[in-house]
């Protein structure tokens, strides 16, 4: 889940990507899209095309090609789905959703559901228990830009409206994302998130009151002398379970 982050949560690359999804393909309608700087569009191409989320095709002008996304890039349309569920469900305030997904199959609106591979049941954050996979492993966070949360998390919702950028406003800094994930592993106390992730306190305490301010994380009160609390996921804080695993599932592949 945090490798995918780790291209979701470069705002400018999310935007960009979400940008082809929409059927953008050459460099200036990306920028006419995004008022994105130059020099800024041109390395996030080469960026994207370098980890396969891009590939360039030639066009009629031989100096120009354009940049369309490869199946890699295609298979992230899941967790973007997710983050726009997300995001209608919980953060559009009295606004109705920006986007209406249409099946061109049956021609309806659709909402997609996380389902089971087996059985092809919905699968929410109370039906799953988790286990290591043969993968399994630990390493140490790397200190960067994705576990700074920017001071100005509006430049997601450049262009035209998108629920996935509000959402990405709430998670899009790793270490944020990395809270979230320990609570859907059941870990709740302060310390227990501290020892697991290796984050320094004052960040930690940063993101866990930001979680409870908007409605992912709960307060509650274990110990009364002295008072201690853990961090429960609220309703709003289990429904990320579907961006979450749909972000695992395409890190996996």
């Not at 929409?22 to 006419?32: D, L, M, N």
């Not at 920006?98 to 996380?114: E, F, K, N, Q, R």
């Not at 949360?149 to 998108?162: E, H, I, N």
Request: charged letters at 25%.
């Amino acid at each position: 889940m945090a490798r995918t982050l780790d291209i979701v949560s470069d705002t400018w690359a999310f935007l960009i990507i979400r940008e082809a999804f929409f059927g953008t393909k050459s460099f200036e309608a990306f920028r006419a899209a995004l008022g994105i700087p130059r020099a800024t569009l041109t390395d996030r191409l080469r960026k994207l095309t370098r980890l396969a989320i891009f590939r360039q095709a030639p066009t009629e002008s031989p100096r120009r090609h354009q940049y369309r996304l490869t199946q890699m890039g295609f298979d992230l349309y899941p967790s973007l789905i997710a983050l726009m569920q997300f995001g209608d469900r919980w953060l559009a305030g009295t606004k109705p959703p920006p986007l209406t997904l249409v099946h061109m199959t049956c021609g309806s609106d659709s909402h997609p559901i996380v389902s089971c591979s087996a059985c092809s049941r919905e699968v929410r954050a109370r039906d799953v228990n988790y286990s290591d996979g043969p993968g399994a492993g630990r390493t140490i966070a790397r200190p960067g830009r994705n576990t700074r949360r920017a001071s100005d998390g509006s430049r997601y919702l450049t262009g035209r409206p998108s629920s996935v950028s509000r959402a990405l406003q709430v998670i899009g800094d790793k270490w944020t994302f990395m809270v979230v994930r320990e609570a859907f592993f059941g870990r709740r106390r302060y310390d227990h998130i501290l020892s697991e992730l290796g984050i320094a306190p004052n960040i930690l305490t940063d993101r866990l009151s930001r979680l409870v301010e908007q409605g992912v994380l709960r307060r509650h009160r274990y110990q009364s002398a002295p008072e201690r609390y853990e961090y429960r996921l609220t309703e709003m804080g289990l429904d990320l379970h579907g961006p979450f695993v749909a972000m695992l599932a395409w890190g996996d592949r």
